[in-house]
C-alpha cells in the first residue's frame, strides 16, 4: 500500500514541477488555470499522505473530518490566488 502510495506521490510531483516549469512558456491568460492545477495537485498529495501515510484509512470519520479541513484551506488558498 506505501509503495502505491510513494509511486503516486512521485508521479503528482512530477506533474507539478512539469506545469511550474512550463508556466513561463505559456500566455499570461494560461498563468491562472495552471497554478490552480498545481494547487490541485499538492491536495491530492496531501489526501494521500493523510490516507496512507497517517493510516486514516481506517478512521473513516477521521478522514472526513481532515479531508473537510483540507478542501477548505484549498478552496481558500485557490481564492486568495486567484484575487491576486
Known amino acids: 500500500m506505501l509503495t502505491r502510495a ?3 506521490l512521485m508521479a503528482l510531483s512530477l506533474g507539478a514541477t512539469v506545469l511550474a516549469l512550463s508556466q513561463h512558456a505559456l500566455p499570461p491568460v494560461a498563468a491562472k488555470p495552471v497554478g490552480l492545477a498545481i494547487l490541485l495537485i499538492s491536495g491530492l498529495k ?3 499522505i493523510l490516507s496512507d501515510y497517517l493510516e486514516l484509512r481506517t ?3 477521521i478522514r472526513r473530518g481532515f479531508r473537510a479541513g483540507l478542501v477548505f484551506f484549498l478552496l481558500a488558498a485557490a481564492g486568495l490566488y486567484l484575487a491576486g
Open 59 to 61: 478512521a473513516p470519520a
Open 6 to 8: 510513494w509511486i503516486w
Open 46 to 48: 496531501a489526501a494521500i
